[in-house]
Nanobody, 126 residues
Framework: QVQLVESGGGLVQAGGSLRLSCAAS????????MGWFRQTTGKEREFVAA????????YYEDSVKGRFTISRDNAKNTVYLQMNSLIPGDTALYYC???????????????????WGQGTQVTVSS
């Protein structure tokens, strides 16, 4: 069992930065692929980024490439999402998730993730 708690969301102006954190409980954190998804009202949850268990593989949704960076610290059971050059379109509730597959296509599929956090709100004003 893995419990995930996101933090770091908030209100920021366009062009600003935020760093989201996702703290995990359990000793098996280092074996999981970790992903970030986001959701706005009335829309489906969408993939943002993912990182393999060792941190050597990373994946990004096209619209965030070059602006967002995912990383992890297995010693701290934490995964991060550094978000730079934020735009109003990044406004959403951001979720982290833990899954087992580490491939370009699998990390984008919600159902492959076994555990989810409650989300942290990111609001970008224009």
């Amino acid at each position: 069992q893995v419990q995930l708690v996101e933090s770091g969301g908030g209100l920021v102006q366009a062009g600003g930065s935020l760093r989201l954190s996702c703290a995990a409980s359990g000793r098996t954190f280092s074996t999981y692929t970790m992903g970030w998804f986001r959701q706005t009202t009335g829309k489906e949850r969408e993939f943002v980024a993912a990182i393999g268990w060792s941190g050597t593989t990373t994946y990004y949704e096209d619209s965030v490439k070059g602006r967002f960076t995912i990383s992890r610290d297995n010693a701290k059971n934490t995964v991060y999402l550094q978000m730079n050059s934020l735009i109003p379109g990044d406004t959403a509730l951001y979720y982290c998730a833990a899954g087992v597959y580490d491939s370009r296509w699998a990390v984008r599929v919600m159902r492959q993730y076994d555990y989810w956090g409650q989300g942290t709100q990111v609001t970008v004003s224009s």
